[in-house]
């Protein structure tokens, strides 16, 4: 294709994307690295139907004058990163200081919001990958070798965890799992402990929300796999079996290695979409016990106070943990890719 | 903290079965409204209360004069985006203590002065809001939080109708000791914002206060808040082990169900608990309300008093000012007050109070503070929201959660330009 006829094959897509993408991040990044404006306060009687009372208030037009001087606020560098609500570089430092063991240590950064959603985020994100992978495999092999007529209504059985809204799927989960709920009173039968709540304790509400994830992304998982051994050669299957190859082998041999690279693309996908994990955390009610990067940036923005250069800062940590776990995998097949 | 004899004098006459006391005559204008083209919209919480006095107002619309609405739970989340733009999305915010502040703090919402002298000058006093000389807000109605009880499982138990929480937990003590119900409490302990307003709640009732005397500076590092956390947490013991997953929809259901004996619950929420939909057998004529209970040994109720109001957008059309003045305050009348009286504890001078309002009118009348309506009280309300979670799981003790929250409250205030 000439370079002509390239360039403007992608311009629209290019164009759309600088728009839509490119520039509200770099937006983001601006409004990241500065803070609001100093608030004049005063101090006056306000009244209403439960008496009067002196109450501090912001100026509005002390305020607004400094506004219009700056309108994008006071320029703080990376202050907003380091400070307490994100890398807490001084708390952090201060826990390794003031430790008594490492495990002390590790209690003091578990303790602050940005480390815990951290952990969270980087937990859900590896375990749920590889059980996605998994099963998303193991599926696409067992519908595979259903009879044909049966094969259209298992694969759109097994795609209706993903066609749910997520919030809705999460929902719907967690009446399930309240402990008047068919899941959380069948727990407690089998364990034979009428105080078992999954809501309750941290590592179970984990457990769920991983659960879950699992449940939500697998049928993607199926769906690519499934798609991919419909182009699996016959002919080298059937020198396989010629060979005698068992059907393990033929599977491990011949099906794997074939498929490997659709195995980095789901890999891939999956891994950008649970390090954004966000919905099941809101639809289980499981602020208490489970919060992501996402949360941190939705509670940013949805109170009354909101706290753009906070959430931007959030949100471009987020990106560079998004490209540092896309990395290996990236590499990986630019190296593929060259020796190839 | 000091309030004028106003609420006293109110509160005697609520206490005397009276409605929200103010002398003044109701005749508020009709709807009428003097342009002839203008576009009324309005955006606001949904709760029952809210749904009549927008839907009375929605009456006003003429041909020329268009009307909109959009109620909805997210209200709080997209009000400043809303009347940021300019013009504004919405000409009419009804708002809260609380989140009339976020709105003053950018000048979104304007003084009503003008348009009360001249549409609605017999306006009661006792319904504007007013921050120095500007009336921001017209009030229609109170709310509090306050004890809900089932009569018949402490009659069973042996127990009084607790009047501090000291005797709550006593009371529930009694009621599961007695095999009466597993888990006698239940509350609106869902962590984030319902948690901090316990928190507040109870903090009140101690008598503490949240920030230094006249500035933003946090003052949490107070025997009163961690004497309030630990109220809370014995509280907790008493609670389904779900309670940090307990809204008011959930709790109010749990107590409906007649899985709970005692709550302290909303007011806005006792109409609905009173109806017979989702209430198991035997609930709703066993139910009670009281006064929100005192702790510590003080004499205020621990809770808050807010008030429902509207308020007008600055980024609109002095014609949509006036029609949405109009129509909203029309609506703000008796007959709409006492053909909805379940719905809320109305603020409306002929207003006559049902059963329903008895615990807001107890509270109110028990002296309880307002919620206080400081620019920077959001940032404090979301970081004890999520900062108390680990005190009341056990794994932390109160003073790190209170420092906690003090560090994270610090970390926004300086961001958002208060500190």
Partial sequence: ?340 | MKFNQTLVASAIALSAGGAFALASSNAIADCAISVDTAEISVLGNEFPAIQAIVGAAEGCSTDGVTFASNLTKEHREIQVAALTADPSEYTVAVVANSTLVTLMNDGLVRPLNALIDEHAPDLPDNLKITVGDDVMAIAFMANAQHLMYRQDILEQAGVEVPTSYEEVLAAAAAIKEAGLIEYPLTGTYKSGWNLAEEFVNMLMGFGGDMFMDGSAEPNLDSDEAKAALAMMKSLTEFMNPDFLTFDSTIAAAEFEQGKAAMMNMWGSRAGSVLDDEGAAEGVVENIGFASAPTVGGGDVPASTLWWDGFTIATNTSDENAVASFQAMVSSVSDEVANANADAAVWLMAGYEPTQAAEGVLATASAGAQPYPMLPYIGLMHTALGNELVEFLQGSESAEQALADTEAAYRAAAEEAGFL
């Fill in chain 1, 1 to 340: 294709m000439p370079h002509r006829t390239f360039w403007l094959f992608i311009a629209p897509s290019g164009i759309a994307m600088l728009l839509f993408i490119a520039l509200p991040i770099v937006s983001v990044i601006v409004q990241s690295l500065h803070i609001e404006n100093e608030k004049v306060l005063i101090v006056s009687e306000s009244c209403g139907p439960f008496g009067c009372k002196e109450t501090t208030r912001v100026d509005e037009e002390a305020s607004a004058a400094l506004n219009a001087e700056r309108p994008l606020g006071r320029f703080n560098g990376i202050g907003t990163y380091t400070n307490r609500n994100h890398l807490a570089f001084e708390e952090v430092s201060a826990a390794w200081s003031g430790r008594s063991s490492f495990a002390d240590f590790v209690d003091g950064v578990m303790n602050l919001p940005f480390y815990k959603a951290l952990v969270f985020t980087l937990t859900y994100t590896f375990v749920s990958t590889p059980f996605v992978l998994a099963l998303g495999f193991t599926l696409a092999l067992a519908v595979n070798s259903l009879h044909r007529w049966l094969k259209g209504v298992v694969i759109f059985a097994t795609l209706l965890p993903f066609i749910i809204t997520p919030l809705i799927g999460s929902l719907v989960l967690f009446w399930m799992i309240d402990a008047d709920g068919i899941i959380g009173k069948t727990l407690q039968f089998i364990f034979d402990n009428p105080e078992l709540s999954l809501k309750a304790s941290p590592a179970l509400t984990w457990i769920t929300i991983i659960t879950y994830g699992i449940w939500h992304s697998t049928p993607f998982a199926f769906i690519v796999f499934y798609a991919g051994l419909q182009t699996v050669p016959g002919e080298t299957l059937e020198s396989a079996m010629i060979d005698g190859a068992s059907r393990w082998e033929r599977t491990r041999y011949v099906v794997i290695p074939y498929l490997a690279p659709l195995v980095v693309f789901v890999c891939l996908i999956h891994l950008m979409d649970a390090f954004r994990v966000f919905e099941p955390i809101v639809g289980f009610n499981a602020s208490a016990n489970a919060t992501s990067l996402s949360w941190i940036i939705y509670n940013d923005l949805s109170q009354e106070v909101q706290l753009f250069g906070s959430a931007g800062a959030t949100s471009v940590l987020t990106i560079i943990g998004v490209m540092i776990l896309l990395a290996p995998v990236v590499w990986l097949t630019w190296r593929d890719y060259r020796s190839a």
